[in-house]
């Protein structure tokens, strides 16, 4: 079992069939607040709630990590700007500039701005760690952020895909840890699909161990 420095305990109700939140509309630059409440997507454990803010319009990918971050950061009551950790992350200032480059630097970043030493680098495959950290961070109200690369189906047979890596969070779990809610941050990029349009998804764990990027970086809880 692990242990925590500094981690000031907010105990969460763990109640049968809580939802989340429906999401509202979302623009690149528009936050949007949710919290556990009627919904469509059960979870067990959810955080209290966080801000949802895509990855600003325009830049092809390159923040999707600082803005994954700034969705973690929210649920602790901080609100930096993605500009302000994409700098920390080292992340491109344009459509062709490089991404975050490794989890690391989102543990840093997340740690730095909710002034704690909470978040480690998860960087081994391990199904019965990675359900550990889901059940620790939520009932303690803290978002996982999750590297990601390839493909992955979510529980309507619908396939995430990110052939060149992404940055996503895991705002909630249910079935005893064995499903999550995932929340993610990247800019819609299909007319069809509108400013509004949310990722917000629900995902096997085991489905998610193997969308996330190990081999190159990993998660962060």
């Known amino acids: 079992m692990r242990t925590r420095i500094g981690v000031a305990v907010t105990a969460l109700a763990a109640v049968a069939g809580l ?22 997507y059960p979870s067990s454990a959810a955080v209290h709630g966080y801000q949802f803010q895509t990855e600003p319009y325009g830049m092809n990918g390159a923040w999707c990590g600082p803005a994954a971050t700034r969705l973690a ?6 609100y930096p700007s993605v500009s302000t ?80 890596g992404h940055y996503l969070d895991v705002v909630g779990y249910y079935n005893d840890a064995s499903r999550v809610t995932i929340e993610d941050i990247a800019y819609p990029r299909t007319p069809s699909s509108g400013s509004g349009y949310h990722r917000r998804y629900n995902m096997t764990t085991a489905n998610l161990l193997n969308w996330i990027n190990f081999g190159y970086s990993g998660y962060s809880a």
């Not at 939140?21 to 556990?36: I, L, N, R």
């Not at 620790?136 to 995430?160: E, L, P, W």
């Open 85 to 164: 950790l994409a700098s920390e992350e080292r992340a491109g200032g344009s459509r062709s500039g490089a991404g975050t480059a490794t989890i690391g630097l989102v543990t840093t970043s997340l740690n730095k701005h909710i002034g704690r030493n909470f978040y480690q680098n998860k960087t081994s495959k391990s199904l019965t760690t990675l359900k550990r950290d889901l059940r620790y961070d939520f009932t303690h109200g803290y978002v996982i952020v999750a590297n990601v690369k390839g493909s992955a189906k979510d529980t309507q047979g619908r396939t995430r895909r990110y052939s060149g």
């Open 19 to 40: 939802a989340l939140a429906a999401p509202a509309s979302a623009g690149g630059m528009t936050p949007q607040q949710h919290a556990p409440g009627s919904g469509t």
């Open 73 to 78: 950061i929210t649920a602790q009551g901080k």
